[in-house]
């Protein structure tokens, strides 16, 4: 063989064993209970940490009390103010022709309502530095 094809010959030997599954060390179990309560809290805070979940169930909860803040504003107080236009007794009996629309019409003006709220809100949140 010739000096080229030994060096050659080295370096493909080199690339071979580079390339060989090699075993990964593994991660040493803890022993004992303490130690396996204490891994498994600092995997949790990690957790917790890492994908913001207290942020997100805060918000969550808070979303959902709000939209019954919202409903109730909107189905107490805005509602009743606008039932009282004239000619129309009831959002649920009034009729265009054959159609019984006064529910959908009702349903979006409540909709819309809630909508302006909403943003309201927002607004005001902005202004106060809520983000």
Do not use: C
Request: proline share 5%.
């Amino acid at each position: 063989m010739s000096q080229v094809e030994e060096e050659i010959l080295k370096e493909l030997t080199k690339i071979r064993e580079l390339l060989e599954p090699k075993e990964e060390p593994k991660e040493e179990k803890p022993k004992g209970f303490k130690k396996r309560a204490e891994r498994f809290k600092n995997d949790f805070v990690s957790f917790l940490k890492s994908y913001g979940v207290i942020g997100l169930a805060v918000a969550f909860i808070m979303g959902l009390y709000l939209k019954d803040l919202v409903d109730a504003f909107v189905g107490d107080l805005i509602m009743p103010v606008i039932a009282y236009i004239p000619g129309i007794a009831s959002w649920d009996t009034f009729l265009v022709g054959p159609f019984a629309i006064g529910h959908f019409l009702g349903t979006l003006l409540m909709f819309l309502i809630i909508s302006l709220v909403v943003f309201g809100l927002v607004k005001l949140s902005k202004r106060m530095g809520l983000n």
